[in-house]
Nanobody, 123 residues
Framework: QVQLVESGGGLVQAGGSLRLSCAAS????????MGWFRQAPGKEREFVAA????????YYADSVKCRFTISRDNAQNTVYLQMNSLKPEDTAVYYC????????????????WGQGTQVTVSS
């Protein structure tokens, strides 16, 4: 069992940066692939980025590649999403999630979810 709590969302102007954090609890946290997803109003939840348990491998959606960076600190049980060069189309609720699948981008492969944090990018 893994519990996830996101933080760090907010309002930022286009071109700005935000860093999201996800605090995880659970004895097997470091064995999970951790992912970030987002959901904009009226749209389906979509994959953003994932990082393997040891932090050595990452996977990004094309829409955020070269702008966002996912990382994890297993000693602190925390996953981060550094978001740079933000665009209005990045506006969404961002969710942290955990999966037993290797670097999956599929929503159905993630079994644990946080409550989400709102990111709003103004133009």
């Amino acid at each position: 069992q893994v519990q996830l709590v996101e933080s760090g969302g907010g309002l930022v102007q286009a071109g700005g940066s935000l860093r999201l954090s996800c605090a995880a609890s659970g004895r097997t946290y470091s064995s999970y692939t951790m992912g970030w997803f987002r959901q904009a109003p009226g749209k389906e939840r979509e994959f953003v980025a994932a990082v393997r348990g040891n932090g050595g491998n990452t996977y990004y959606a094309d829409s955020v590649k070269c702008r966002f960076t996912i990382s994890r600190d297993n000693a602190q049980n925390t996953v981060y999403l550094q978001m740079n060069s933000l665009k209005p189309e990045d506006t969404a609720v961002y969710y942290c999630s955990a999966s037993s699948k290797y670097l999956s981008g599929r929503t159905d492969d993630y079994h644990y979810w946080g409550q989400g944090t709102q990111v709003t990018v103004s133009s």
